[in-house]
């Protein structure tokens, strides 16, 4: 619909890798044919190998490369476990959580911290018989949203349903995003967000360096094996670990 529009769409895929075998997934290209086909579109699946907050290391890299090659909107789709999308939540300017019309006891099932990191909830897949469980969903969560405090003096959360399959509440959906940059924007609260969130990433660039710096430290490396198996018999307790080689690392500087 977007690229219909006129616009030039970027979807950086974030793709869980597995830390077994230290493979990805990688199918997003292949659920996105129609997508991928359009000139328009540009789709980059991009492994996470094991960072938390299930986004590359570069996605935020990769964000400002894409605006700077005229992409005017840029999705970002996660891994979707939890933890990992407070990650997201300091990259993108409207955080959206997509939900299927699932049975059971959706509202527990979902931490509490990321329905309240949640701009906009869309409930996914409404048609057919999904329609009233959809609907049922979208009233649990109308009544949620009101008990969690309010992230922003100018926006307050939706939630709506849609369908890929019948295209009903698509154009409700980019309608409602807009809604939010306009408003967001005027209060000055987008501005801010961006401040706060380039702050942030280089903070995650100063932890990731410097724990490598840490880890392939001459004097470090050697001791890591050692101090882990003493962990693992339970010889020393985590604690006077982290002590020993930290000592030893900064005695070395």
């Known amino acids: 619909m977007l690229t219909e529009q006129g616009h030039r769409l970027s979807v950086l895929a974030v793709d869980p890798s597995s830390c077994t075998s230290g ?18 579109a540009y789709i980059r699946p991009s492994p996470t190998s094991g960072t938390l907050g299930g986004v ?54 979902i931490k509490r911290g990321i329905i309240e990191m949640a701009d906009l ?3 996914t897949k409404s048609d057919g018989d999904l329609v009233v469980p959809a609907r ?8 949620a949203l ?12 939706k939630v709506i349903r849609i369908s890929a399959r019948s295209g009903e509440g698509i154009t ?13 924007l005027a209060s000055g609260e987008l501005t801010a967000k961006r401040q ?18 840490f880890k392939t430290h001459p004097s470090i490396r050697e001791q890591i094996p050692l101090m882990e198996r003493e962990v693992l018999t339970g010889a020393l307790s985590p604690g006077r670990a982290a002590d020993l080689l930290l000592k030893a690392f900064k005695s070395r500087h």
């Not at 990688?26 to 359009?38: A, F, V």
């Not at 009101?146 to 959360?157: A, I, Q």
Request: hydrophobic letters at 40%; aromatic letters at 8%.
């Open 121 to 123: 909830v869309v409930i």
């Open 196 to 213: 706060t969130q380039h702050k942030v990433w280089m903070w995650n660039l100063i932890q990731e360096n410097v724990l490598e710096h």
């Open 56 to 109: 590359t290391r570069t996605t935020n890299e990769a964000i400002v490369l894409c605006e700077g090659g005229g992409y005017d909107i840029i999705l970002i789709e996660t891994v979707g476990v939890g933890q990992s999308e407070f990650a997201v939540a300091d990259m993108v300017d409207m955080f959206v959580l997509l939900l299927p019309p699932a049975g059971g006891d959706e509202l527990q099932g």
């Open 23 to 40: 493979g990805s997934l990688l199918g997003d290209k292949t659920r996105m044919i129609e997508l991928s086909r359009d000139m328009n």
């Open 146 to 157: 009101k008990l969690l405090r309010r992230r922003s003096e100018v926006w307050r959360p």
């Open 136 to 143: 049922r969903i979208q009233a649990e969560y109308v009544s």
């Open 172 to 184: 409700e959906m980019w309608d409602t995003m807009r809604e939010f940059q306009h408003q967001m």
